[in-house]
Nanobody, 124 residues
């Protein structure tokens, strides 16, 4: 099994920044994407951002474009999400996700591995 270890969540004021990291125990092989989904209380889990191991292509939800940046370190099997200009609506549990296809990048049911989740709280 692939284990995903997340870090970097916390409490920040609106307009502030946080950086999330997720380390995989090994590189996923079947499908190329790795990134994050998030889930706020009472809401469905939604796609946030992803990156492909092969080419480094990036994908973002419209709600975070221009504010969040995803990157990777292939040698460490690690992806990072730099979150800038955070807004209260970004408050959620952020779940690292791995091994799914970019064919339907926002399809959470296609994700094969999940991290434990890390809380991001943005105060107004």
């Amino acid at each position: 099994q692939v284990q995903l270890v997340e870090s970097g969540g916390g409490l920040v004021q609106a307009g502030g920044s946080l950086r999330l990291s997720c380390a995989a125990s090994r590189r996923t092989f079947s499908n190329d994407a790795m990134g994050w989904f998030r889930q706020a209380p009472g809401k469905e889990r939604e796609f946030v951002a992803a990156i492909t191991w092969s080419a480094g292509n990036t994908y973002y939800a419209d709600s975070v474009k221009g504010r969040f940046t995803i990157s990777k370190d292939n040698a460490k099997n690690t992806v990072s999400l730099q979150m800038n200009n955070l807004k209260p609506e970004d408050t959620a549990v952020y779940y690292c996700a791995a091994d799914w296809s970019t064919k339907n990048i926002a399809a959470l049911r296609s994700v094969n591995y999940w991290g434990q989740g890390t809380q991001v709280t943005v105060s107004s």
